[in-house]
């Protein structure tokens, strides 16, 4: 298999620099032998061990023809691409060993409906449009969801996903492929090649093998009320394309494979989005009172995602509370964020101890605080009953201010030549503290994320 990839992969290198075939059909017919050849060797070989060996040593020497000698780079950009699938194909070998359904379906998706939205797309699309940074088109995501389909009806034709009638089978496969064509359109810099297999195959376990299994017909009703939700939100601006999208995906993942109640981060989505069109001060931050994109919405997320994943393989009512937790923790800063700089006028930074310009990150104001754990409060309701609750509550007020903290420590914040203080850059700006790297997104998730670890000791 390495040899074969290896080989076909130089032959088709070469032609690309001779002229002969387009640079573009080379990658797309690289991408359907190496991730069909995945496809095959998960269906024939027994020995997983083997097998996982055999795609490691292929993923090393990937590594080095990308890295080392800089192979299948486009306009001086290296293809990580090349180098996801394989990782993707490892994790669904080692999560599903004894369900080759779980991987051969996955992998055939991304090596023929993701070859088939680039391949239709460049040539049809009349339009494009960019959501996270490559180009996509809505002619080339109906050919994924086209291929997509025609592609589970092919393994259910030959017996693969048996266990349900046809119609049940036909609805999973329609659903599945939604699912995935919105992967794969918010993907960019290769990376749908590691999270559309990913998704498509918890989303399968979910239907074949989940402890609570899925029902089909109310994932389908599912992804369509969502999608009219997210349609809604982008209309009145509360949020972006590429937001709308990443909701539609968090929220599947959370009611088909966690079985959690999206109420509470339905409330925190449109409560947060709400509150940051309230007429007064914005926050400095560059996206203040702009629609929520993907990575605002990703890192708000993130945490419930992996619990909700979680509790879908380990059930138990534990990540049920920890799940509301990083919900608390994000609704609460939020609120704090929004109400605080609009009703706050003296915030203090908590970490150097300091008077802030109302705005900044890492400040806090005793309105912007009670906002913080009414925003937590309400979280916690979801909870049902009273000793989880004021745990909850008080957990995700701690989140809000474990944000502010690192928020002042790790953030950058620049200085005007006015003297003004801001978190957003600028040509005439300079850093005076945090790093250029850190974001107001990033800060979400490592604030969040640590206040969860800390509360699965405490709950």
Request: aromatic share 12%; hydrophobic share 55%.
């Amino acid at each position: 298999m390495c040899l074969a990839t290896a080989g076909v992969a130089y032959y088709l290198e070469r032609l690309s620099i001779l002229g002969r075939l387009p640079l573009m059909l080379a990658r797309k017919f690289l991408h359907i032998f190496a991730i069909g050849l995945c496809c095959v060797a998960a269906a024939v070989v027994q020995n997983v061990q083997f097998l996982m060996l055999l795609v490691l040593l292929a993923e090393l020497f990937l590594l080095y023809l990308v890295v080392g000698r800089n192979y299948f780079s486009i306009d001086g950009r290296k293809s990580w691409g090349i180098l996801y699938f394989p990782i993707s194909f490892l994790v669904l070998l080692a999560l599903f060993p004894h369900d080759r359904f779980l991987i051969v379906a996955p992998m055939g998706l991304m090596a023929l409906a993701d070859a088939a939205a680039t391949i239709i797309g460049e040539k049809y699309a009349p339009r494009f449009f960019i959501l996270t940074g490559d180009t996509k088109s809505i002619t080339g995501a109906m050919a994924f969801i086209v291929v997509g389909f025609l592609w589970f009806f092919f393994l259910g034709f030959f017996g693969y996903g048996t266990g349900q009638s046809w119609t049940e089978y036909l609805v999973m496969a329609l659903s599945v492929t939604l699912v995935t064509a919105g992967t794969e359109l918010i993907g960019s810099n290769g990376r749908d090649n590691l999270w559309v297999p990913i998704s498509s195959a918890f989303l399968l376990w979910a239907v074949f093998h989940a402890p609570v299994p899925v029902n089909v017909f109310y994932l389908l009703l599912f992804i369509l009320v969502f999608t009219g939700g997210a349609l809604l939100a982008v209309r009145l601006h509360l949020l972006s394309w590429s937001g709308a999208l990443a909701a539609v995906l968090v929220g599947i993942g959370i009611v088909s494979i966690g079985h959690f109640s999206v109420w509470p981060m339905l409330l925190f989505f449109v409560s947060g989005s709400l509150l940051g069109k309230l007429p007064g001060r914005k926050a400095t931050d560059e996206k203040a009172g702009q629609a929520r994109d993907s990575k605002q919405v990703f890192a708000n997320s993130i945490t419930a995602w992996i619990l909700a994943h979680i509790h879908c393989i380990w059930p138990d009512e534990k990540w049920i509370w920890l799940y509301l937790v990083s919900v608390a923790c994000c609704n609460a800063d939020t609120w704090s964020s929004e109400l605080g700089v609009r009703l706050g006028h003296k915030p203090i930074d908590l970490l150097r101890w300091k008077k802030l310009p109302p705005g900044i990150s890492g400040a806090v104001s005793l309105p912007g605080m009670l906002a913080a754990l009414a925003g937590a409060s309400v979280i916690a309701i979801f909870s049902g009953s009273w000793e989880p609750a004021w745990k909850i509550a008080l957990l995700g007020f701690a989140g809000s201010l474990m944000d502010s903290l690192l928020g002042s420590a790790l953030q950058a914040r620049y200085v005007y030549p006015n003297g003004a203080l801001s978190d957003t850059p600028a040509t005439d700006a300079l850093l005076l503290s945090g790093n250029v790297r850190v974001s107001n997104d990033a800060v979400n998730v490592l604030s969040t994320l640590l206040v969860t670890l800390s509360a699965a000791f405490i709950l």
